[in-house]
């Protein structure tokens, strides 16, 4: 009779132990929201909305690392003059980031300060 009543005991442990074997992996769903996915959408949409404020005259890289001035803006069509006379046409969504000193991936400037020693 013993045995019958283990058993049983068993199943209800057992279920409470499934439950509590899913916190870990709830909390690592959280952790990688909060660390990686939430911050990841917060860039995307700024790219989007700056992407969205080109305007011809100012300075920008491309992803593939063409640095050029806007001379002309279209719908999804993006003029650079990279050069002198020398004009490349990208489409929108090539344009890394801005090369002004109002805002976008500025570089940064390195110091001029050299330490001694």
């Known amino acids: 009779m013993t045995g019958v009543a283990y058993a049983a005991g068993e199943g209800i442990v057992g279920g409470a132990g499934g439950f509590a074997s899913f916190i870990p992996l709830v909390l690592i769903f959280v952790v ?28 920008v890289v491309t992803k593939g690392g063409l640095h050029g001035v806007i001379t002309a803006v279209a719908d999804t069509v993006i003029t650079l003059e990279i050069a002198k006379d020398v004009s490349v046409k990208v489409s929108r969504d090539a344009i890394g980031g801005s090369l002004n000193k109002d805002g976008g991936t500025a570089p940064a400037k390195k110091d001029a300060k050299k330490s001694g020693g």
Do not use: C, D, T
Not at 45 to 52: D, E, I
């Open 32 to 59: 990688f929201y909060f660390l990686l996915i939430r911050p990841q959408q917060k860039q995307a949409k700024q790219h989007k909305a700056f992407l969205g404020e080109l305007k011809k005259g100012h300075k």
